[in-house]
């Protein structure tokens, strides 16, 4: 067996990273340092002529170690074995996922440009589109996850908006609610609106899925996205982002990150190198915990509906379809409308026991918290209601506890919502 046909699990444990560079060390030092001596004068300038692009490679000839806010040891060995997950030529690595969200749309989008986007997305993504880029002229359209590219490019066409697209982003499954947005489609549709010399780019968060369960680039897309303190990291205690693809559109948002100098710390690619070991068993449990936990939920009668991934059925027409397409598994996360409202909401929230009430995901531990008041809170009202994040959502992370330890929390925690319920109605 080639070493290029062992899967990205096995590989997690030494990809990027030989013991004999390091003096035996089985697992990469910390290279804790901001600078890098140089042996020669001439090596010096070697490697700044490729840092900054001022001639191609000699052959085998690779960028060497300048300064931290370039290039480290540490960086370059996980943004190798990141690249292996997603079959990607190239990976950068960044101080958060909104830092790696920022350089991407930084980078590929300039004043008068449009961007395209599927809703719901992230909050702090939402805050960043329509604040941020607003202020530098570039525009954007928001289209929702039900919507089909025919129905899309004839919006743009009617507003004249078609030429002026530079970027689609897309979140699927769609923090918090999990609706899908069909990559490969969404892929097309960016082809069909690029012109010579100005191609629009297809960029995918692929958070809520990580790179197990669905793979963007396969699907068409330019970029992949993470923020890798979720499922990458997955120990809730890290923060970094991650952008995957091409050498030739990474290499441009490395360039990007140089001078933001948003790049990750050798201590945080240390972290993330160490926690992409356990990724697939951490991953593998916490799918297989959640599937559990969704059809509990789906027949609680205190439960309105559960949106899971899982769940989805023939009935659900094209949303089950581009599941089946698009996504190799159903993923940890689950949207949770309880019966009632904010009130109940909060009830069933503030009952709960092994869950954790926190924002964020991905991580060990499971995690609780309410959208509309927290996560996505920033939003205007009318926005919500339209992406469907109402004061009866509650997202569930779910962990790699028992699940008969997480069911029985939650079926508890649901006890308060009853009583909420009745004493609502006594008033």
Partial sequence: MSHQKFRPESLMMSHGHHASDAQGAVKVPVFQTSTFAFRSAEEGKAYFELAYNLRDADGEEAPGMIYSRLNNPNLEVVEQRLSLWDKAEEGAVFSSGMAAISTVMFEFLRPGDLLLYSSPLYGGTMHFISEVLAKIGIGAMGFRAGENADEILSRLRA????????????????????????????????????????????????????PLWQHPLELGADLVLYSA???????????????????????????MRTFLGNMATPWTSWMLSRSLETLSLRMEKQCRNAQLIARFLSNHPLVERARYLGLLTEADGEQYEIYRRQCLAPGAMISVYVRGGEKEAFAFLNGLKLFKLAVSLGSTESLAQHPATMTHAGLPPEVLEEMDINGQLVRLSIGIEHPDD?????????????????EVAAL
């Fill in 159 to 210: 507003e004249g908006l078609d030429r002026r697209v530079a970027m689609i982003y897309i979140e699927s499954p769609a923090n918090p609610t999990n609706a899908l947005t069909d990559i490969e489609a969404m892929s097309l549709m960016a082809e069909e609106l690029s012109h010579p010399g100005r191609p629009v780019l297809t960029v995918v968060d692929n958070t809520y899925m990580g």
């Fill in 229 to 255: 303190t979720k499922y990458l990291g997955g120990h809730s205690d890290l923060i970094a982002g991650a952008v995957l693809g091409s050498r030739e559109l990474v290499q441009r948002v490395k360039n």
């Fill in 406 to 422: 997480l069911i029985y929390d939650l079926e508890q925690a649901l006890e308060r919502v009853e009583m909420a319920i009745e």
